[in-house]
């Protein structure tokens, strides 16, 4: 074991933000494929590893998004330990505790993001070193968006999730992530879309420039927004409440929903947008964020 397993190791693990999410068709065992300019933002859960006298696994979470969490058996912290143990022929053992930031079940990928991070973190821990390739191989067998979590970084994601193209620098912006209060159900989500697969248009990386840039997001929509809309109707309040601020840009679902975003040019509009949005609506989780370049 390296030297790294005897201090706690530390891992953020940001929201994963779908800028654009199209489903462009469906394998034949039920997984859709979809094309999407994945971003992250610097607002997350946050992960602490250290090791466990005796060996085993023990996870402890807690934090203000916590409650949904602490009565469930099959957290996929949990499993990517076990994953990543089985892999590398792991004995070691790790005492690991989640601080839940951001809401569950909610289009921003908090869970996969606590996946990859554990993933990371106990990498670190116990010193493994792995190939990318098969680190994000593990990755996709916990879950379709556990290996764009685990790179962190701009791409635009197709197939299932496993295919990864790294997108050019984007342009600095702060998005604002506003959540209602309300978990929405990603099969029913996808059961519930409507109408033919899309296209992925051409170009599929985007280009730079801010002008240029959100012109390019606007003709790229999310194709699971209206199916989330129908099922949870406060997904279109968020959208409209998002889509009147002074100085937003664009606003959208991520993901299956139901946290959606406004794309801001600086921070001071950002955070002037997130604190109107707190004094007119104190029981939505807001978070002004920087997308992470």
């Given at each position: 074991?390296?030297?790294?397993?005897?201090?706690?190791?530390?891992?953020?693990?940001?929201?994963?933000?779908?800028?654009?999410?199209?489903?462009?068709?469906?394998?034949?065992?039920?997984?859709?494929?979809?094309?999407?300019?994945?971003?992250?933002?610097?607002?997350?859960?946050?992960?602490?590893?250290?090791p466990?006298?005796?060996?085993?696994?023990?996870?402890?979470?807690?934090?203000?998004?916590?409650?949904?969490?602490?009565?469930?058996?099959?957290?996929?912290?949990?499993?990517?330990?076990?994953?990543?143990?089985?892999?590398?022929?792991?004995?070691?053992?790790?005492?690991?505790?989640?601080?839940?930031?951001?809401?569950?079940?909610?289009?921003?990928?908090?869970?996969?993001?606590?996946?990859?991070?554990?993933?990371?973190?106990?990498?670190?821990?116990?010193?493994?070193?792995?190939?990318?390739?098969?680190?994000?191989?593990?990755?996709?067998e916990?879950?379709?968006?556990v290996?764009?979590?685990?790179?962190?970084?701009?791409?635009?994601?197709?197939?299932?999730?496993?295919?990864?193209?790294?997108?050019?620098?984007?342009?600095?912006?702060?998005?604002?992530?506003?959540?209602?209060?309300?978990?929405?159900?990603?099969?029913?989500?996808?059961?519930?879309?409507?109408?033919d697969?899309?296209?992925?248009?051409?170009?599929?990386?985007?280009?730079?420039?801010?002008?240029?840039?959100?012109?390019?997001?606007?003709?790229?929509?999310?194709?699971?927004?209206?199916?989330?809309?129908?099922?949870?109707?406060?997904?279109?309040?968020?959208?409209?409440?998002?889509?009147?601020l002074?100085?937003?840009?664009?606003?959208?679902?991520?993901?299956?929903?139901?946290?959606?975003?406004?794309?801001?040019?600086?921070?001071?509009?950002?955070?002037?947008?997130a604190?109107?949005?707190?004094?007119?609506?104190?029981?939505?989780?807001?978070?002004?964020?920087?997308?992470?370049?």
């Amino acid at each position: 074991m390296s030297d790294a397993a005897s201090v706690a190791v530390v891992e953020d693990a940001w929201a994963k933000i779908n800028l654009t999410l199209q489903i462009t068709g469906r394998r034949p065992d039920g997984y859709h494929e979809l094309n999407s300019l994945v971003v992250f933002a610097e607002v997350g859960d946050r992960l602490t590893f250290a090791p466990l006298e005796g060996g085993g696994l023990d996870l402890t979470v807690e934090g203000p998004q916590a409650g949904p969490l602490l009565h469930q058996h099959d957290n996929l912290v949990l499993a990517a330990a076990l994953a990543l143990g089985k892999r590398a022929g792991i004995s070691a053992g790790a005492a690991m505790t989640l601080t839940k930031n951001l809401p569950v079940a909610s289009g921003i990928g908090g869970g996969s993001a606590d996946a990859a991070a554990a993933l990371r973190g106990l990498a670190r821990l116990w010193g493994v070193s792995l190939p990318l390739a098969k680190m994000e191989a593990l990755a996709l067998e916990l879950g379709a968006d556990v290996p764009v979590c685990l790179r962190g970084a701009p791409v635009v994601m197709s197939g299932i999730g496993e295919k990864l193209e790294p997108v050019p620098a984007l342009p600095p912006l702060w998005l604002v992530l506003v959540n209602p209060g309300v978990a929405v159900s990603t099969a029913a989500v996808f059961a519930g879309r409507e109408g033919d697969f899309s296209q992925a248009p051409e170009p599929l990386l985007p280009p730079l420039g801010l002008v240029a840039l959100i012109d390019w997001l606007a003709a790229r929509p999310n194709d699971l927004q209206a199916a989330a809309c129908r099922l949870a109707p406060a997904v279109v309040e968020v959208l409209a409440v998002l889509d009147g601020l002074p100085d937003c840009l664009l606003a959208r679902m991520s993901g299956s929903g139901a946290t959606c975003f406004g794309l801001f040019e600086s921070e001071a509009a950002a955070h002037d947008a997130a604190e109107a949005l707190v004094r007119q609506h104190p029981d939505w989780w807001v978070a002004p964020a920087l997308l992470r370049a």
